[in-house]
């Protein structure tokens, strides 16, 4: 059973930087064909796909936020991380973490994004403010 945990500061002030980090048990990130999401819904708004790492290291990112997102991993630590920079209140949103089903792949990722994952985090809230 694949376990995702997400973690990092939960108050992060305007113009700063907002990092979090997954930590997957029962699984390893570099895995054939899976592939690590990010995603996030602020009050009141949808579900939203931030950007996804791919088992062989590709990243791919939300045409909306690309100009400020990072997604990396430390395979030694079976762990992923989200940068989102120049963050505004507008990023205040509970961010999960989440794995695919495996179905998909660099072509899909490079056009599109999966509208269902296998594995969840359970969410951390992040609020941005001042």
């Known amino acids: 059973q694949v376990q995702l945990q997400e973690s990092g500061p939960g108050l992060v002030k305007p113009s700063q930087t907002l990092s979090l980090t997954c930590s997957v048990s029962g699984g390893s990130i570099t895995s054939n064909e899976y592939y690590w999401s990010w995603l996030r819904q602020p009050p009141g708004k949808e579900l939203e796909w931030v950007g996804a790492?791919?088992?062989?290291?590709?990243?791919y990112y939300s045409s909306s936020l690309k100009n400020r997102t990072a997604i990396s991993r430390d395979t030694t630590k079976n762990q992923f991380t989200l940068q989102l920079s120049s963050v505004t209140p507008e990023d205040t949103a509970v961010y999960y973490c989440a794995r695919d089903s495996g179905a998909y792949g660099d072509t899909y990722y490079s056009l599109a994004y999966p509208t269902e994952f296998e594995y969840w985090g359970q969410g951390t809230q992040v609020t941005v403010s001042s």
């Open positions: 790492i791919a088992y062989s290291g590709s990243t």
